[in-house]
């Protein structure tokens, strides 16, 4: 699992564009596939080598419906900062309180650093958990870099006076930042397969988890956000371990109130991260929506195999063409994951739901398989007599050999001579002549060119 590490602060400070600078690359990167864009809630920054993911938990809002400020220690108020505060504490490995340097310090950053030193756990040998590093952003000048000693009044450690917007002295703060993470842990020894069940609120989520393990574990509710906290369910089926993950229902950005829900989704993004198989269930009665495909986008970014699941299909009326149109509709609105199966359940009668964990296990031993060296080479070669890549510059691509490096997901390295050469519909064409040989159902494949001379 990456660390985490969450930007606190009131609205206004700078700390989506400080988001921006650090995942920015990546984001990008996601934004040229159409159909893959996630939420901006979150993402992965790359500083040094270490990888860490960074939380945008939107300003702390002093304010009474964003119109007239509330007096200062209002309960309101108090309470807002602390639910914001809290819930940054429990799910990070370290925080970045981000201030304004053009305003000085201000009674909320007053109030927010309380809070935060207040919730920090001291540890054994005396430090305190999780780190908080003080950022005092928009110090564009020599003034207001002199000025950021204001800031030691919070009593949080030397204030790094930074600018977002320039990346002015962020790597201070960075390299300070990644020295306080700990390790990336390596999945802890659990042989069970990990199943997350994903989706938006009121999906049906908690009832598939019920009518799979054959009770009723899960709170069962047509309130859409009753499941808060990822629930892991550890249960047999034929025999093999299975670790079922139930999730709070993924809104869409602007819909996701601050607080407790807005770190339920994070929880929900983290079940995903260390799933090896995501449900993904959408609402037949509302159709496939631009948020199931954000959602989908998110399990395709972290490589983790697939199964989409229609739920209240009972409350369909259907003709002999439905499941066909709404299986081309789907197919189309995640045509960045077109080897997904899909399947037309319904968690409350229990229709097909017996269909769901052998087409899981069937994607999980897909995600698996290895393919020899020889066959590998079989494929590539046959696809470059049928489709030559074509020159560029009058320079051409030639492919040597390629082999699996790895399982899990399956992924391949093609030996080339120029690596900058091989365009990316060119990838997809080579993934789509594996695939044809050995379907890797559900499962995304990462194909990976290497340099190497002649």
Same mark, same amino acid.
């Given at each position: 699992?990456?660390?985490?590490?969450?930007?606190?602060?009131?609205?206004?400070?700078?700390?989506?564009? %400080?988001?921006?600078?650090?995942?920015?690359?990546?984001? #990008? $990167?996601?934004?040229?596939?159409? +159909?893959?864009?996630? *939420?901006? /809630?979150?993402?992965?920054?790359?500083?040094?080598?270490?990888?860490?993911?960074?939380?945008?938990?939107?300003?702390?809002?002093?304010?009474?419906?964003?119109?007239?400020?509330?007096?200062?220690?209002?309960?309101?108020?108090?309470?807002?900062?602390?639910?914001?505060?809290?819930?940054?504490?429990?799910?990070?490995?370290?925080?970045?309180?981000?201030?304004?340097?053009?305003?000085?310090?201000?009674?909320?950053?007053?109030?927010?650093?309380?809070?935060?030193?207040?919730?920090?756990?001291?540890?054994?040998?005396?430090?305190?958990?999780?780190?908080?590093?003080?950022?005092?952003?928009?110090?564009?000048?020599?003034?207001?870099?002199?000025?950021?000693?204001?800031?030691?009044? %919070?009593?949080?450690?030397?204030?790094?006076?930074?600018? #977002? $917007?320039?990346?002015?002295?962020? +790597?201070?703060?960075? *390299?300070? /930042?990644?020295?306080?993470?700990?390790?990336?842990?390596?999945?802890?020894?659990?042989?069970?397969?990990?199943?997350?069940?994903?989706?938006?609120?009121?999906?049906?989520?908690?009832?598939?988890?019920?009518?799979?393990?054959?009770?009723?574990?899960?709170?069962?509710?047509?309130?859409?956000?009753?499941?808060?906290?990822?629930?892991?369910?550890?249960?047999?089926?034929?025999?093999?371990?299975?670790?079922?993950?139930?999730?709070?229902?993924?809104?869409?950005?602007?819909?996701?109130?601050?607080?407790?829900?807005?770190?339920?989704?994070?929880?929900?993004?983290?079940?995903?991260?260390?799933?090896?198989?995501?449900?993904?269930?959408?609402?037949?009665?509302?159709?496939?929506?631009a948020q199931d495909a954000h959602i989908?986008?998110?399990?395709?970014?972290?490589?983790?195999?697939?199964?989409?699941?229609?739920?209240?299909?009972?409350?369909?009326?259907?003709?002999?063409?439905?499941?066909?149109?709404?299986?081309?509709?789907?197919?189309?609105?995640?045509?960045?994951?077109?080897?997904?199966?899909?399947?037309?359940?319904?968690?409350?009668?229990?229709?097909?739901?017996?269909?769901?964990?052998?087409?899981?296990?069937?994607?999980?031993?897909?995600?698996?398989?290895?393919?020899?060296?020889?066959?590998?080479?079989?494929?590539?070669?046959?696809?470059?007599?049928?489709?030559?890549?074509?020159?560029?510059?009058g320079r051409a691509l030639k492919m040597?050999?390629?082999?699996?490096?790895?399982?899990?997901?399956?992924?391949?390295?093609?030996?080339?001579?120029?690596?900058?050469?091989?365009?990316?519909?060119?990838?997809?064409?080579?993934?789509?002549?594996?695939?044809?040989?050995?379907?890797?159902?559900?499962?995304?494949?990462?194909?990976?060119?290497?340099?190497?001379?002649?």
């Amino acid at each position: 699992m990456k660390p985490i590490v969450a930007l606190v602060g009131r609205p206004n400070v700078g700390k989506s564009t %400080l988001f921006n600078r650090l995942v920015g690359e990546r984001m #990008a $990167i996601v934004d040229d596939t159409p +159909g893959t864009t996630r *939420d901006r /809630l979150f993402g992965d920054a790359d500083w040094n080598g270490r990888v860490f993911t960074v939380i945008d938990t939107g300003g702390i809002d002093p304010t009474h419906g964003g119109r007239t400020p509330l007096s200062v220690g209002s309960a309101e108020f108090i309470s807002d900062i602390r639910i914001q505060a809290q819930a940054a504490i429990q799910e990070a490995d370290a925080v970045l309180f981000i201030t304004d340097g053009e305003t000085g310090v201000t009674e909320p950053d007053r109030e927010v650093a309380e809070i935060l030193r207040r919730m920090q756990r001291k540890q054994s040998d005396g430090t305190f958990q999780p780190p908080i590093f003080l950022a005092v952003n928009k110090c564009e000048s020599r003034e207001r870099r002199d000025s950021a000693s204001e800031f030691y009044e %919070l009593g949080l450690g030397d204030p790094y006076p930074i600018s #977002a $917007i320039h990346g002015t002295d962020t +790597g201070d703060l960075l *390299d300070a /930042l990644i020295n306080a993470l700990p390790e990336q842990k390596e999945d802890e020894q659990d042989e069970s397969i990990k199943i997350a069940i994903v989706g938006k609120p009121n999906a049906g989520k908690s009832s598939l988890l019920n009518k799979l393990v054959g009770e009723e574990r899960v709170i069962v509710s047509p309130i859409a956000g009753t499941t808060r906290d990822a629930i892991d369910m550890q249960y047999e089926y034929d025999g093999l371990p299975i670790t079922l993950i139930d999730t709070a229902g993924i809104r869409r950005r602007g819909k996701i109130e601050k607080g407790v829900e807005e770190y339920s989704v994070i929880r929900s993004f983290k079940a995903i991260e260390r799933a090896d198989v995501a449900l993904l269930m959408i609402d037949a009665t509302t159709g496939i929506t631009a948020q199931d495909a954000h959602i989908a986008g998110f399990i395709k970014d972290e490589w983790k195999s697939c199964v989409v699941l229609v739920n209240k299909w009972d409350a369909i009326e259907k003709d002999g063409t439905t499941m066909d149109a709404y299986t081309a509709k789907i197919l189309n609105d995640l045509n960045f994951m077109s080897y997904v199966p899909i399947l037309y359940i319904s968690a409350k009668t229990g229709q097909r739901v017996d269909q769901v964990m052998p087409m899981a296990l069937r994607v999980q031993e897909e995600r698996l398989a290895r393919l020899t060296t020889s066959k590998i080479n079989e494929i590539i070669h046959k696809a470059q007599d049928a489709h030559p890549h074509p020159s560029h510059a009058g320079r051409a691509l030639k492919m040597f050999y390629g082999t699996q490096v790895r399982s899990d997901p399956p992924t391949f390295m093609i030996y080339v001579n120029e690596p900058s050469l091989m365009h990316f519909t060119y990838l997809r064409y080579l993934e789509n002549q594996i695939r044809a040989e050995y379907g890797f159902l559900g499962t995304p494949v990462r194909i990976i060119t290497k340099g190497r001379r002649e």
